[in-house]
């Protein structure tokens, strides 16, 4: 199975920052990962796929990139509704994986 | 708009079963793959299992595998789980989505395995 180890588990910044989150597979995954946002009591909402690819209506600020075993999210500059916990997946191999998360709070 | 509606879920006894579904609409369901995700409280996203749009293969984490059958009814747009020798860990939301790619979630559906 690919593991996916996502850094930081957790994140404090200001509105206004740029953040940078980091998921490192176990094996190369080309660019078949997805980046998503999850607010209490929600579903998932998927952000970024292929890597690198912005979702229909998704702000700007957010971007992705990467390929192979290392892949980052970056927020340009934080709102207050960017304060969230965000997940990165793998779909390359079955089973499909998850990293651990990262919850982003207000500092 | 594409709408996944979970139903299914509710207090089961460990050992004990039960089938989730998920009704489908606003896309051509059996031209897409589908998975079942999973959240335990407190805890990170898990992927549970996927199945093709033909219904043929599918996939499970190994957590659940020999326990747990997806299925789908393509006629009535459905996604199924069949959960059985439910444990206390397996208490948790469990998430319809469309695609092998996880693009879009419906709003889960909460199981809760204890005596």
């Known amino acids: 199975d690919i593991q996916v180890t996502q850094s930081p588990s957790s994140l404090s910044a200001s509105v206004g920052d740029r953040v940078t989150i980091t998921c490192r597979a176990s094996?190369?995954?080309?660019?078949?990962l997805g980046w998503y946002q999850q607010k209490p009591g929600k579903a998932p909402k998927r952000l970024i796929y292929?890597?690198?690819s912005l979702e229909g209506g998704v702000p700007s600020r957010f971007s992705g990139s990467g390929s192979g075993t290392e892949f980052t999210l970056t927020i340009s500059s934080l709102q207050p509704e960017d304060f969230a916990t965000y997940y990165c997946?793998?779909?390359?191999?079955?089973?499909?994986?998850f990293g651990q998360g990262t919850k982003l709070e207000i500092k | 708009e594409v709408q996944l509606l979970e139903s299914g879920g509710g207090l089961a006894q460990p050992g004990g079963s039960l089938r989730l579904s998920c009704a489908a609409s606003?896309?051509?369901?059996?031209?897409?793959?589908m998975t079942w995700a999973r959240q335990a409280p407190g805890k990170g996203l898990e992927w549970v299992s996927m199945?093709?749009?033909?219904?043929?293969?599918?996939y499970y984490a190994a957590s659940v595998r020999g326990r747990f059958t997806v299925s789908r009814d393509n006629s009535k747009s459905t996604l199924y789980l069949q959960m059985t020798s439910l444990r206390a860990e397996d208490t948790a939301v469990y998430f319809c989505?469309?695609?092998?790619?996880?693009?879009?979630w419906g709003q889960g559906t909460l199981v809760t395995v204890s005596s």
């Open positions: 606003g896309f051509s369901f059996n031209t897409f793959e």
């Open positions: 292929a890597a690198s």
């Open positions: 199945i093709r749009g033909s219904g043929d293969p599918t």
């Open positions: 989505v469309k695609g092998g790619w996880l693009d879009w």
């Open positions: 094996q190369g995954i080309g660019i078949l």
């Open positions: 997946l793998q779909h390359q191999s079955y089973p499909h994986t």
